[in-house]
Nanobody, 123 residues
Framework: QVQLVESGGGLVQAGGSLRLSCAAS????????MGWFRQAPGKEREFVAT????????YYADNVKGRFTVSRDNAKNTVYLQLNSLRPEDTAVYYC????????????????WGQGTQVSVSS
């Protein structure tokens, strides 16, 4: 069983940047495809990005494409999400998730979840 811990969230002005990290432990990290999701107050959890086990394949939600970048370092058991050109509508709790299969954009496909990190973007 893998444990996930996110970090790097915070308060930033619109147009700013943040780098989120998700550190994994308790499993063989390279066996897991990783996903990032977010949930804003009063809204459902939504897909942000996903990366394959080797890092060779990535997918993004349309509303973050070109602004966010997902990457991973299997030697450090860590997946990253670089957030650039942030907008107030990006404000949410960001979660990383893991599954032992191909990448997926569907939250229900992921078995393991972190506790989330808050990202707040002021206008």
């Amino acid at each position: 069983q893998v444990q996930l811990v996110e970090s790097g969230g915070g308060l930033v002005q619109a147009g700013g940047s943040l780098r989120l990290s998700c550190a994994a432990s308790g499993g063989t990290f390279s066996n897991y495809a990783m996903g990032w999701f977010r949930q804003a107050p009063g809204k459902e959890r939504e897909f942000v990005a996903t990366i394959s086990r080797t890092g060779g394949t990535t997918y993004y939600a349309d509303n973050v494409k070109g602004r966010f970048t997902v990457s991973r370092d299997n030697a450090k058991n860590t997946v990253y999400l670089q957030l650039n050109s942030l907008r107030p509508e990006d404000t949410a709790v960001y979660y990383c998730a893991a599954r032992t299969a191909l990448s997926s954009k569907t939250a229900e496909d992921y078995r393991y979840w972190g506790q989330g990190t808050q990202v707040s973007v002021s206008s």
